[in-house]
């Protein structure tokens, strides 16, 4: 996407070929910051503190860490120990191992003095790949906003509500619930996002809000606990959201927050959309209650608030006593029968062993997705 006319990606390789670039996420948006990462330790401190963030983008950035690795030690030993320290940066984004596992089973066959090459190219791969599937999610999904506006009054908007940051950033390209979105847009269809500002991190106010703008769609940014009033009184046509990891059965795990919503578009006849590549498919799963590790972050992100504060300066402030204990959910489970249907590369689906065997029959012979 564009930011003040200059096209972006969220991640990318330095014309050096030794150096990758990425946007850091936690200054957003108040300072636009890109940062130089030299190494595996670098990649994986940029996943683990949130510099990049979002199921596919921190896969891809991880497959560039791996390249980054084998640059300094292309060795059986380094491949192993770089997968291990990646893999541990954060526990809930399945995308994360999808990428581990591709590089790994990319270079793993080859001799060292070839991995360095074949791991910047693969990781560009899985870049251009994702960008591929989110515009494919979008085009799939955008019928389903046309539908919806066909039958609402000549240029009333569709209203969208979405959470946390599934959009480009959260990516490589496009975004996942925002594709949709950004190509309603930019064909002309009226759209409106609400964007739950999503707690405690806040990346729906501070990410999804800056996104939407620099792109110029109409959007609301709206505390968390509005979705169900807006609901109950009509003003949401459709849920999009976005996905950390789904199981081979439907169940959708995503940003804390994310059951609460579709239990409010249960309640009160709104679709409820899940978009995601099927790099987001935990297929070895199915049961997202019991098999999805669901991550717990530094209490801090509860007790205090990033902001700018009236001079400009960019702060923080505690929001509770200094001794109050705090929990720190980071994703919650949405059970398969809450979500109206799946968006995908390949097209939308129910949210089910079923649904999803018919858009990727490759995946049907699993033992997963053979058992009953
Ligand atoms: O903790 P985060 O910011 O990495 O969580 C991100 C989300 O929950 C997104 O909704 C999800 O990764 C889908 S991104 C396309």
């Known amino acids: ?63 560039y860490g791996m390249a980054l690795a084998m640059q300094k030690d292309a060795s059986d030993e380094a491949l192993g120990r770089a997968y291990d320290i990646l893999h541990a940066t954060r526990p809930t984004a399945i995308n994360l191992k999808w990428a ?29 790949r994702d960008v591929d599937t989110n515009h494919a999610i979008g085009k799939h999904g955008v019928d389903i906003i046309r539908n919806i506006a066909t039958r609402k009054a000549p240029g009333d908007p569709v209203n ?3 959470h ?7 990516t490589v390209d496009w975004g996942t ?11 002309g269809l009226p759209v409106h996002v ?34 169900g009033h807006l609901m109950q009184h009509g003003k949401v046509d459709l849920c999009i959201v976005g996905s950390d990891r789904t199981t081979a059965s439907g169940d959708v795990c995503n940003k804390i927050g994310t059951y609460l919503k579709a239990l409010a578009a249960r309640d009160n006849g709104v679709p409820f959309y899940v ?29 205090w608030v990033a902001g700018k504060d009236k001079d400009g300066k960019e702060t923080s402030v505690l929001i509770c006593p200094e001794t109050t204990p705090v929990a720190n959910h980071a994703f919650d489970v949405t059970p398969s029968r809450l979500v109206t249907g799946l968006i995908t590369e390949r097209g939308v689906c129910s949210a089910s062993k079923a649904g999803l065997a018919k858009l990727f029959p490759e995946k049907a012979g699993s033992d997963v997705m053979r058992a009953v």
């Open 275 to 303: 978009a995601l590549p099927s790099t987001t498919v935990d297929w070895t799963i199915n049961d997202g209650l019991r098999e999805i590790p669901i991550e717990e972050r530094d209490g801090k992100e509860v007790s």
């Open 164 to 170: 946390c940051n599934a959009g480009w950033l959260a």
């Open 1 to 63: 996407m564009k930011i003040d006319g200059k096209k972006y990606r969220s991640i990318w390789a330095e014309p050096d070929g030794k150096t990758v670039g990425i946007i850091d996420q936690t200054r957003l948006p108040h300072s636009f910051v890109t940062i130089p990462l030299k190494s595996r330790d670098d990649a994986a401190i940029a996943i683990e503190d949130m510099w990049v963030r979002g199921a596919p983008l921190i896969g891809a950035t991880a497959a």
């Open 194 to 227: 609400w964007v739950d500002e999503t707690r405690p991190r806040n990346q729906g106010a501070s990410l999804t809000s800056w996104e939407l703008g620099r792109h110029g769609v109409n959007h609301t940014l709206i505390v968390d606990n509005s979705g």
């Open 177 to 187: 619930a925002t594709s949709p979105i950004y190509q309603a847009h930019d064909m």
């Open 100 to 128: 581990l596992d591709e590089v790994v089973g990319h270079l793993l066959p080859l001799p060292a003095d070839q991995r360095i090459a074949a791991a910047w190219t693969l990781a560009a791969q899985i870049c251009d």
């Open 160 to 162: 969208i509500l979405t």
